[in-house]
């Protein structure tokens, strides 16, 4: 199986700073892209920023300067620095990793989601 381990998570002033780090192990024949959503109580989870293979990026509008998506491709970790952090932000951050398989039989892509780190940023 292929698991996510999050860490990094807390709580912060307004303004402050934060770095996410996820994790990934277990058998995983090609990593296609590695992200982060957030999810606030009451609402759906959302797309923070993700990190494709070749380097390329993606975020939500609402992060754009503020946060920064980063990887180790040898290490099969994923980052993401926040600043500037806003009571906004507030919310349970879930790594997640979409592997590509290629074998015949498997041919496709599989998503997986890491438990949950939890961000409070307090006024």
């Known amino acids: 199986q292929v698991q996510l381990v999050e860490s990094g998570g807390g709580l912060v002033q307004a303004g402050g700073s934060l770095r996410l780090s996820c994790a990934a192990s277990?058998?995983?024949?090609?990593?296609?892209?590695m992200g982060w959503y957030r999810q606030a109580p009451g609402k759906q989870r959302d797309l923070v920023a993700v990190?494709?293979?070749?380097?390329?990026?993606n975020y939500a509008d609402s992060v754009k300067g503020r946060f920064t998506i980063s990887r180790d491709n040898v290490k099969n970790t994923v980052y993401l620095q926040m600043n500037s952090l806003k009571p906004e932000d507030t919310a349970v951050y879930y790594c997640?990793?979409?592997?590509?398989?290629?074998?015949?039989?498997?041919?496709?892509?599989?998503?997986?989601w890491g438990q949950g780190t939890q961000v409070t940023v307090s006024s």
């Open positions: 990190i494709t293979s070749g380097g390329n990026t």
């Open positions: 997640y990793l979409r592997e590509l398989r290629v074998l015949r039989s498997e041919i496709g892509e599989y998503d997986y």
């Open positions: 277990g058998t995983i024949f090609s990593i296609n892209r």
